[in-house]
Structures are given as structure tokens and as C-alpha cells.
């Protein structure tokens, strides 16, 4: 297991291998929610994009476009609920609440095991993102996975192979590893993990592995 | 040019005030469902961001497609939208983008090069983000007014068309190391920017 906390400083390679994903949706939201835990300000970045947006040529909709665009809004019916299962995860950035919500409108929180839930967030490509929660005590039994794993910690604390991970810390494992992680006392503890189920990660994981000499 | 945002030219970004008025506008949306107000967003972005779509490779039913469905997000989120945070531009900048990744993944980019370097911008703790938001959108745009034109080409190929530097330095037929290098210097170049004054 590699794990990353909240204080370190993200080197320049692990920078440049969280940046090559974004092409992957599942590793997008990842990667936008880590940055956003950790303060990283992608301001400047996204304000050049904005200007550009400003500057480009429009380019003629069909005729009925408006139209057919208040008709999509009308079919759309009323809002969807904004009320969260778990009001704790009201603080999540804003990408990651608004995926939880969506999710939670369509199959909603599973329970995998004692104390132990689990909210799809889809699958896309091959990678698969999910929210783990975890109740206050709880460990999840010993397990592997079926491909590699990105774990992010969002919300309380849990230990995981000898570690304390908080929000904005993260862990990359491997298909092989076994691990039992177990939230601590006090609070539930949330995960956002990011799985490949042996597929598609070689890119970015792939990187991983040689950026960490496993 | 009139007084309404979408009768600007081609390749001028807003005035402050027009983004001000940009921003009320996506404010009545989320108060009080105002379709006029809908209306005159949609004039102006919607045929950018189909712009911005077919310049990354989608055909032209799938960009009208995906702009119907970028606006539509628009009217339904419009209530998230945080004007303290980001401009109307670039937080719709930001619904195309993400909506993108999420319908055309482009089935290039497979194999990763251990040398490429991308397209983050360096890491900035920034506490005061909020306050300082806007001020760089204001920022930025002056700073792309005086940036010689290559280094604005690089800038967008970057960040707004979210290329890596290899793809910018295949587009351009320039060598890696030579659009590396360039990329660092006009971002460094829009920081000073906007560390002054």
C-alpha cells in the first residue's frame, strides 16, 4: 500500500500522474475532490479556460435549439431532493456532493456488511467510483480486490494497515494486497475509492508503480 | 457592438460589468426559474460551447447534443453557482468540461509517457480563495490582453482545450522540450501577472 497524507507535498512525477488521468471520468472526480481537500488552487487554470470560453467563436445552433432545450428542462420534472442521506457529507466539495446526490436519486446506498455501506457512483471506462462508509468501530473483513484500488479518505479517520488516514489522505493498492481497514471510534468514516477491476488503470497506475518503485 | 454580451465580436472576453450582469442573470435563474433571463445565457454560451465541442473533436450532432444537455445543467445547478467563486464563464466552462469527459472520452492518450508533465497548475494553498477569485478572473483576462499571442495559443491549448504537452507539441510540430519550457514561462508569466499591483 502507498499512502499519501494530507500534509505531504505532492512531488512534481505525482502531480504529473494524478493529471494524466483526468481524461478518465471516475479518476476526474478523484482527482478534483483531492485537490479541493488539500486547498490546491487550480484558480488561474480554470479562469484561463473561462476567458477562453469568452473569446471563441460562436458557432450558429440549430434553429429550435432554445426550444428543444426548455422542453429537456420540462421533462426533467421537479428538482431532485437536495437533502443527503448522511448530513455529514453536506461539507464535501462540490463535485463529489453533487455525484453522492445524483447517485443516491438512482440506486442508493447498499449495505455490504455489518456496519459497512456502499454508494455507486457509476462506472465509466472500465474504472469503477464508489463511497465506502464505514459505521463508528466497524472493521471491513480482511479482503483483496479485484483490480487496483485509489482510496481517499473524505470524511473521520480510519486505520488501515497500521496507518491513520483523515480527510485528503489516500492510499494506492494493489490487486494482491489484503488489507481489513477499520474506522475509528467516535464517527463514521467515508472513503472514496476508485477501482480499475483489473482493466483499464495501466496508464496512471502503471505510473503509480514506477513512480514508487512496488 | 450593442448592449447585450452576445452581440460581441469574436475573440473579446467580457467587460467586468457584462460579467457581473452574466452572473445576475444565472442568479434569477436560480431564484426565481426566470426563462428570459435562461434565454440570454443561452445566446451567448450556447453557441461557445458548441464551439469549444467541435474544436475537441465531436461532430456536429453530438456537440448540439451536448450543449442542450450543458444548459440544461445550467438551469438545474444554477442554484450552486457561487459568483464570490468563479465567473458564469468559467463555471459553465466548467459543466462543458466535465460533461465531456464524461460522454467523448477520447480513446486517444493510451500509453502514458513517464516524461510527460502536464497541465496542473502548481500547487497553491489558498486559504483565501474566495476573495481572491474574482480578482483573478479580472486579472486574467488583462494579463491574456498583453501575453504575446503564442503564449496565449499555449495558455488555451493547456487549460481550456486541456491537451497534454505532447499532443500541444504534435499540433504545433514543435519539439516537447521546446513547448515545455514555453508553457512554463507564459504560466509564470500570467502568475507575475497577476501578483501585481
Known amino acids: 500500500m502507498i499512502r ?57 445552433l440549430s434553429a429550435d435549439a432554445l426550444a428543444m432545450t426548455f422542453a429537456a428542462i420540462e421533462r426533467g420534472g421537479a428538482l431532485p431532493s437536495r437533502e443527503m442521506t448522511y448530513p455529514e457529507l453536506g461539507g464535501l466539495p462540490v463535485r463529489l456532493r453533487e455525484a453522492v446526490l445524483a447517485a443516491e436519486g438512482k440506486a442508493g446506498w447498499k449495505t455490504i456488511g455489518l456496519g459497512i455501506r456502499s454508494l455507486d457512483l457509476g462506472a465509466v471506462g472500465g474504472l469503477k467510483a464508489e463511497i465506502i462508509r464505514v459505521a463508528p468501530g466497524t472493521t471491513v473483513p480482511r479482503h483483496t480486490h479485484k483490480g487496483r ?11 488501515d494497515s497500521g496507518a491513520v488516514f483523515g ?5 494506492y493498492r494493489d ?14 468514516a467515508y472513503a472514496l475509492a476508485v477501482t480499475d477491476a483489473g482493466l483499464k488503470f495501466d496508464g496512471l497506475l502503471g505510473m503509480f508503480q514506477a513512480l514508487f518503485r512496488l | 457592438m450593442g448592449g447585450k454580451g452576445h452581440t460581441k465580436p469574436a475573440g473579446e472576453t467580457l467587460s467586468e460589468a457584462e460579467r457581473a450582469r452574466f452572473s445576475d442573470l444565472l442568479g434569477a435563474v436560480a431564484t426565481r426559474q426566470d426563462r428570459n433571463a435562461f434565454a440570454e445565457l443561452f445566446a451567448y454560451y450556447a453557441p461557445r460551447v458548441k464551439s469549444y465541442l467541435l474544436r475537441l473533436g465531436a461532430d456536429n450532432a453530438l456537440a448540439e447534443e451536448i450543449v442542450q444537455d450543458v444548459m440544461v445543467t445550467v438551469w438545474r445547478k444554477a442554484g450552486l453557482f457561487d459568483r464570490a467563486q468563479a465567473s458564469a464563464s468559467t463555471w459553465i466552462f466548467r459543466i462543458a468540461r466535465n460533461r465531456r469527459i464524461d460522454l467523448f472520452r477520447r480513446s486517444k492518450r493510451p500509453e502514458l509517457d513517464p516524461e510527460e508533465e502536464m497541465v496542473l497548475p502548481s500547487g497553491v494553498e489558498a486559504p483565501d480563495a474566495r476573495v481572491e477569485a474574482m480578482e483573478t478572473e479580472a486579472r486574467v483576462r488583462a494579463a491574456m490582453k498583453d501575453l504575446p499571442e503564442e503564449q496565449v495559443l499555449l495558455l488555451k491549448l493547456a487549460f481550456y482545450e486541456g491537451l497534454s504537452h505532447s499532443e500541444i507539441a504534435a499540433k504545433l510540430g514543435a519539439p516537447l522540450g521546446t513547448v515545455k519550457s514555453r508553457i512554463r514561462l507564459a504560466f509564470a508569466k500570467m502568475k507575475a501577472r497577476l501578483g501585481d499591483d
Open chain 1, 4 to 60: 499519501v497524507t494530507q500534509n505531504a507535498e505532492l512531488d512534481d512525477a505525482t502531480r504529473a500522474a494524478l493529471a494524466s488521468g483526468r481524461a478518465q471520468p471516475a479518476l476526474d472526480l478523484f482527482i478534483e475532490t483531492l485537490m479541493e481537500m488539500r486547498g490546491i488552487s487550480e484558480t488561474e487554470g480554470q479562469a484561463i479556460a473561462g476567458a477562453a470560453l469568452e473569446s471563441e467563436t460562436p458557432v450558429d
Open chain 1, 149 to 159: 484500488e485509489l482510496t481517499l479518505c473524505i470524511h473521520g479517520e480510519y486505520l
Open chain 1, 167 to 171: 480527510p485528503g489522505d489516500f492510499s
Open chain 1, 175 to 188: 490487486a494482491a494486497e489484503h488489507h481489513e481497514p477499520k474506522a475509528l471510534a467516535g464517527a463514521p
